[in-house]
């Protein structure tokens, strides 16, 4: 089994910047992509960014440019930094790890909440 457990998020000011975590446990060795996605109110959970087991990154397209998606291997965390914020950035981050066995698993999320 895999955990992952968000943490980062926070209240931040319109152009500011936040660089949220993603801690995986358990059966680290059958992930081989994580990413972030994101739910705002009233809206569907879509895509931000993923990164998998070899470095490669996607993102949603117009993100790119703002935010970065990495990892620490030594540390099973994946980070997203996220700069120049804008009030539509304003949901709850989710983490998620796709491992080999089929699964995806969620963490419980973290909400980021852009305003000033």
């Known amino acids: 089994q895999v955990q992952v457990v968000e943490s980062g998020g926070g209240l931040v000011q319109p152009g500011g910047s936040l660089r949220l975590s993603c801690a995986a446990s358990?059966?680290?060795?059958?992930?081989?992509?994580m990413g972030w996605y994101r739910q705002a109110p009233g809206k569907q959970r879509e895509l931000v960014a993923y990164?998998?087991?070899?470095?490669?990154?996607t993102y949603e397209g117009s993100l790119k440019g703002r935010f970065t998606i990495s990892r620490d291997n030594a540390k099973n965390t994946v980070y997203l930094q996220m700069n120049s914020l804008k009030p539509e950035d304003t949901a709850v981050y989710y983490c998620?790890?796709?491992?080999?066995?089929?699964?995806?698993?969620w963490g419980q999320g973290t909400q980021v909440t852009v305003s000033s």
């Open positions: 358990g059966n680290i060795f059958s992930i081989y992509r």
């Open positions: 998620n790890a796709d491992a080999n066995t089929g699964k995806t698993h």
């Open positions: 990164i998998t087991s070899g470095g490669s990154t």
